[in-house]
Nanobody, 127 residues
Framework: QVHVVESGGGLVQAGGSLGLSCAAS????????MGWFRQAPGKERSFVAA????????YYATPVKGRFTISRDNAKNTVYLQMSSLKPEDTAVYYC????????????????????WGQGTQVTVSS
């Protein structure tokens, strides 16, 4: 089982940058595709970005493409989400999730693709 904990959220001005981290426990972190999702007030949780366990495949939701970068360091059991050119509409609780897989290139884009979830970290972008 993998336990994931997000960190790095906070308040930032529009146009600024912020980095999130997701630390995962468990001896087989390398075998998990990782994803970031977010939930804005009054809205459903939505996909943000995902990365395969090898790191060779990444995928981004259209609203964040070109502004957010997902990466991982398997030696540190950590996945990152670097966010730049932030907009007020990026304000949300950001969740990290893990999906067990043997595929080097697999990543999930749906909530149901993921087995383990963190508690979330708040990101607020002021205008």
């Amino acid at each position: 089982q993998v336990h994931v904990v997000e960190s790095g959220g906070g308040l930032v001005q529009a146009g600024g940058s912020l980095g999130l981290s997701c630390a995962a426990s468990g001896p087989t972190f390398s075998w998990y595709a990782m994803g970031w999702f977010r939930q804005a007030p009054g809205k459903e949780r939505s996909f943000v970005a995902a990365i395969s366990w090898s790191g060779i495949s990444t995928y981004y939701a259209t609203p964040v493409k070109g502004r957010f970068t997902i990466s991982r360091d398997n030696a540190k059991n950590t996945v990152y989400l670097q966010m730049s050119s932030l907009k007020p509409e990026d304000t949300a609780v950001y969740y990290c999730a893990a999906a067990p897989t043997y595929s080097r290139s697999y990543y999930g884009r749906r909530e149901n693709d993921y087995t383990y979830w963190g508690q979330g970290t708040q990101v607020t972008v002021s205008s």
